[in-house]
């Protein structure tokens, strides 16, 4: 008996409970129907057109992502506009897809300790708002901001003293410009994340905290590498004869 989309969308609510979604989020089962059986799941970060095209060469029959689509409410489905043109394609497709947002952000583990992990920090612990504490290998700003440049794989924004010794580092993924206050709370010397404001980092630096902004995309790639291998292994264990794969073309957003 082969697996179906149902099947597959009850293993991500094992790892990313959608009861942890925000209220204001969109996921779950987006596009297709539950009944579809299922023997290749792609994972991506976002649905766009080369993921799309990804999953169709990939003889994938469900497209597993982070971002959601119809995030903000849609009065049609036509061609007119480039998120018109990539739903009436999803649909032609008969791919599904299945998103997991902020259910992902607030599991654990999560995008958050995908990232801490990538980022090798050690001693790591859970906060409120899905951010993670650890501690770093490297003893200074400057050697820090250089590794995560190297494991993230993009230039990073740096705000504050290269030299600065980092004893307490802070990591959350995406939008996160609002909670540099948590990390100083916390005793972090330094405060990583997707997204933050110019005048904001600036404020936070004033305040003793080193700043990075490393990239929406950048910081959430791990995570959705973790995803994959924790839904492969989550299939695995129930002997479900799919395979998983993690989007090559999620890596160039």
């Not at 497209?63 to 489905?77: A, C, D, M, Q």
Request: glycine share 10%; aromatic share 4%.
């Amino acid at each position: 008996m082969s697996q179906t989309v149902a099947d597959i969308l009850e293993l991500v609510n094992q790892i990313a409970p959608f009861e942890l979604a925000e209220e204001w989020d969109n996921v779950g089962l987006l596009a297709g129907c539950p009944d579809a059986p299922v023997n290749t799941v792609l994972c991506a970060l976002d649905l766009s057109m080369d993921v799309l095209k990804e999953a169709q060469n990939a003889g994938a029959h469900l497209i597993v992502t982070h971002h959601p689509i119809l995030f903000r409410g849609r009065k049609n489905l036509c061609e007119t506009d480039g998120e018109g043109r990539l739903l009436c394609a999803l649909v032609r497709s008969g791919i599904a897809m299945i998103a997991a947002h902020t259910n992902y952000d607030n599991a654990h583990p999560g995008v958050n300790d995908a990232l801490a992990a990538a980022l090798g920090l050690e001693n790591i612990e859970v906060l409120e708002n899905g951010m993670r504490v650890g501690t770093p290998k490297q003893t200074d700003f400057g050697r820090f901001a250089d590794h995560a440049e190297a494991v993230l794989g993009s230039p990073v924004r740096r705000y504050g003293d290269p030299g600065r010794t980092i004893r307490r580092a802070a990591v959350l993924g995406g939008a996160g410009e609002d909670y540099a206050h948590q990390a100083l709370d916390v005793g972090a010397e330094v405060y990583l994340t997707g997204e933050m404001a110019y005048h904001k980092a600036l404020d936070a630096a004033d305040n003793g905290l080193c700043v990075l902004e490393a990239g929406h995309a950048a910081t959430e790639r791990p995570g959705i590498l973790a995803l994959a291998a924790a839904l492969q292994k989550a299939a695995d264990a129930v002997q479900y004869k799919i395979r998983v794969k993690s989007s090559e073309a999620s890596l160039f957003l």
